[in-house]
Structure formats: C-alpha cells, structure tokens
C-alpha cells in the first residue's frame, strides 16, 4: 500500500477522496446558507458557532487541506497528463460522440472554481473568521465579524457581486456534474448498468446543491432592492 | 470520386515531419479507405516518389494493426470500425481527407503514418497472461461459467489493441486497453486467480512506458472499434485498488 500514491490510478484516488470530501462541505454550506433566507438570527447563531472556536479552526484547516490536496494533485495529474499527449498535437480534432465539454475541461473549470474561491474567502471568511482570530473586534467594512447575515446581504446588494458569484457557481456546477460520477468510477464502483444511473445522480445533486446557492443569493438580491 | 489528401509525411523516428497534399482521382464509393491509400501509393510509385507507409494487415477489422487519425478521429467518421473497413461512401467528392498517425509520447512515430506500438506488448508482457501450465484445449463445458461472465468476458476480450484509445484520449492514457485485457481475464475461472498481481503489473508498466492517466471523459469508448465499454476500467480501478490496499 505505500507506494499506492505514485501510481496514476493512486493520485486520481486522491482527487475521488478530496473531491468527495468537498462535495460534502458544499451541501452543508447550502444548508446553512438556506438559514439565512428564513432567518438572519439563526444564520448569525451559525456564525458564531463557526467563527473562531477552537473546532471550527480545525475544520477549517481541514478544509483547506482539501482544497489544497485536490488543487495541487489535479495540476500534477494534467501536467503528467499533458506530456503523455506527446509534442505534436493533432492538427484535426472533433469532438467524440458522447463526450461532456466538462469532462475535457475540468482543469478550466477548476481555476473558475479556484477564482471564484479567492473572492469568496475575502468577502467572507477574511471579514468574519479572520477578523475574529486576529482579535478585532470590526471587519474591514466596520462590521462586526459574528454579523454575517448584514455582511452576505451587503455583498449580494450589488448586482456585480450576484454576476460574478453566479458565473463562479455556473463553472462549479460543470465541475460537479463530472466530478460526482467521476469519483466514483475512480474508486470502482461503477458498471455498465450504474453508469447511466450515477450520471443522473451527479447532474441531480449538482443542481439541487448549485441551484440552491442560485437561487439564495437572488432571494438576497431581490430582498435588497 | 475525386478527393484532395493532407497526409503526415516523416521519413524516419528523428526527422521533422509535415503534412503533403495529394490528389486521387476516379476512386469508386466502394474503395476502401486502405485500397484508396494503396491507389495512392501506386500513383506516387509511377511518379517515382516515396510512397505513403501506413500500418495494415488482416483488411478485416481483427487484427488490430492499422491506425490512422482521419479527419479529427481514430479510425475515421465511422462508429465501431477499424479503418480498413472504412469505405470512401462515408465522404463527399471533392472533400479534403486529413489523415494522421496516432499521436502519443507512448506511440513514437516510425515513418509517416505507421507508429511504435511496441510499448502495448510490453504492458501484456507484465501481466496479460496466467501463468500456468493449462494443458491441452479442455471439452466445452467442464468448468461451467455463468453466462453473464462469459459475456461481460468476450466484450473485453473485443479488444484488438489497436490503439485508438490512446490516440483519442486527450492525455494519452492506455486505461481501456489494460482494463480490457484485465477484465477479460478476470471474469474466468482460469484468469481470476491472478487478477490483483495482474492489475498491479499492468498498471506499474503502463504508467512507466509515459502512458497517461484516466480522467474519464469516455473519450476512448466512443472511438473504440470494438465498443470496450469504460464499466472495464471501473474494475480495473476497483481490482488495482484492493490489490493496493492488501498489499
């Protein structure tokens, strides 16, 4: 088993894992998101449970390891992916029958995702949990870091904000809906007969996890207006 | 009919190759795309210039040997066909055929269109057999295996391994050519035994010889001759894996 991680199936296992791992993140940041459409006390009492205690710290470092591990494998994996190609490239391509676009493009669609993930820890956890590990008692927009239903409503108040977060969200959603059966047929558990049904599955719950987080941040936008 | 060919001409392994337009003439819709190249190659034979090399040998579609990228894909606008059963009929007259060899740093190029596929031997070299002494051929029947696996078996076993799913595949991966000599193996009573040491070898080898990895685009089962389907990789997948992880 110790050399598992040096072979090419070892390194993708690692993607499956971490793919798996923040497939499970996203659908709980959906739900907690969902809090604040019903209720903005108890999305700050969800705040304040996640802001700098000592468990949240270490989910969040957790997290970040995910994001890291699968960010780093997925560029060993294409650049070792990119050299087996060789050095002349085919003068004429078309596209195979039955092939996604998102299947030959989830490094593009990851950088989309990685971008849009930079914005997003700025927006949010820079003036929320940061603002609370380095003691401050204001974040950089004078709010209080434990205010996050009034900051995710500043932020979706601006029309540009809305844009950028649903283009994010629509290169997520092509990242997941490959990603998902993906993983799967990674780690083996797939057959000719569950194929069909696991790409269901995986556009099902792209949708309903990236529609959700759509259709929340409208609802914010529209209430601002 | 009439067409106008782009064709990749490289006269050895080091030289620096470049695509050269041909003309043929008068070619019959039944041609097939091999005897159209043979046309070709005659043509340029009476003109006193180096004909096209190109791989071929049965002209049946079961011996794996000919390749060749036709106008963007392995085998050319046809499904499940090799290119010498490709037919002309499957072109308009007067169109502009542009024909490849497979490209992959795995697949070095010879000459021309003909290129090294030397390094599939070697991965079945690795582990695409069982090593044991099996005797002479057993009657029909003796050792009963359900249907399903026999078939689930011979559809592996379709594999000719011409190499169109390395040429197609965008990271030049030989996934569906492992999993279909593992897979195929591994559903018979005779093959099973080994099917975990047998996964492992293959993959170490396949991953030395600067074959990609699988990111599962289903590119290689669309342009596949024989339609190996991707569920083979699956089990290849879940046998490395085990293997793996009880070592």
């Known amino acids: ?43 700050d009492a969800i705040v304040r449970f996640l802001g700098a205690n000592w468990y949240a710290l270490v989910g969040t470092v957790i997290l970040a390891a995910g994001v890291v591990f699968h960010f780093v494998y997925a560029i060993i994996l ?5 050299k087996a190609r060789g050095n002349i490239r085919y003068a004429e391509t078309k596209r195979e029958r039955g ?20 914005l997003h820890l700025f927006n949010f956890w820079y003036n929320m949990q940061w603002t609370e590990i380095i003691g401050a008692h204001t974040n ?82 529209v209430q601002s207006l | 009919m009439n067409f106008k060919l782009k064709i990749w001409r490289q006269a050895n392994a080091k030289a620096q190759g470049r695509f050269e337009t041909y003309e043929v003439k008068d070619i019959s819709a039944d041609t097939s795309f091999l005897e159209m190249l043979d046309i070709l190659n005659n043509n340029l ?5 180096e004909p096209v090399a190109f791989d071929h040998d049965c002209r049946e579609g079961i011996c794996g040997m000919c390749s060749l990228h036709i106008n963007g894909e392995a085998h050319g606008p046809d499904t499940e066909i090799t290119t010498c059963q490709l037919h002309m009929r499957k072109f308009h007259d007067g169109d502009t055929i542009t024909i490849e060899p497979w490209r992959s740093a795995a697949f070095p190029v010879i000459k021309d269109l003909v290129v090294d596929r030397h390094a599939f031997d070697k991965i079945m070299q690795a582990g695409g057999f069982i ?6 051929v057993p009657d029909a029947n003796t050792t009963p295996i359900p249907r399903a696996d026999a078939e689930e078996s011979m559809d592996a076993a379709a594999c000719i391994g011409c190499g169109a799913c390395v040429a197609t595949c965008k990271n030049g991966s030989a996934m569906l050519f492992v999993a279909a000599r593992v897979s195929s193996l591994a559903k018979l009573p005779q ?34 001759p024989k339609g190996v389907s991707i569920s083979h990789i699956a089990r290849l997948n879940r046998k490395f894996l085990t293997a793996k992880f009880k070592d």
Request: glycine share 10%; proline share 1%.
């Open chain 1, 140 to 221: 950089s927009l004078g709010m209080s870091p434990t205010d996050g239903a009034d900051l995710v409503r500043y932020v979706f108040s601006h029309p540009g904000y809305v844009i950028a977060y649903i283009i994010w969200l629509v290169g997520l959603w092509f990242h997941l809906t490959h990603g998902m059966w993906s993983m799967m047929q990674t780690v083996g558990w797939n057959s000719k007969v569950w194929m069909k049904r696991l790409k269901c599955i995986s556009y099902i719950l792209s949708t309903i996890i990236v529609g959700a987080f759509m259709l929340i941040l409208i609802i914010l936008y």
């Open chain 1, 99 to 118: 092939v996604e676009w998102s299947s030959k493009n989830m490094f593009v669609l990851g950088l989309v995702v990685i971008l849009g993930l930079l």
């Open chain 2, 191 to 224: 093959g099973k035994v080994e099917t975990l040491s047998r996964a492992k070898a293959m993959i170490a080898k396949m991953d030395e010889l600067g074959f990609g990895g699988c990111t599962n685009t289903r590119a290689c089962e669309a342009e596949c």
């Open chain 2, 45 to 49: 034979i009476h003109e006193g210039k």
């Open chain 2, 131 to 136: 090593s044991v002494n099996t005797g002479g």
């Open chain 1, 1 to 43: 088993m110790a050399n598992i991680f040096t072979s090419s199936i070892g390194k993708k296992l690692i993607m499956s894992i971490t793919g798996a791992f923040l497939i499970l993140f996203l659908t709980f940041h959906m739900i907690m998101n969902g809090a604040l459409v019903f209720s903005d006390e108890a999305y």
């Open chain 1, 78 to 82: 294409t650049l070792g992916n990119h």
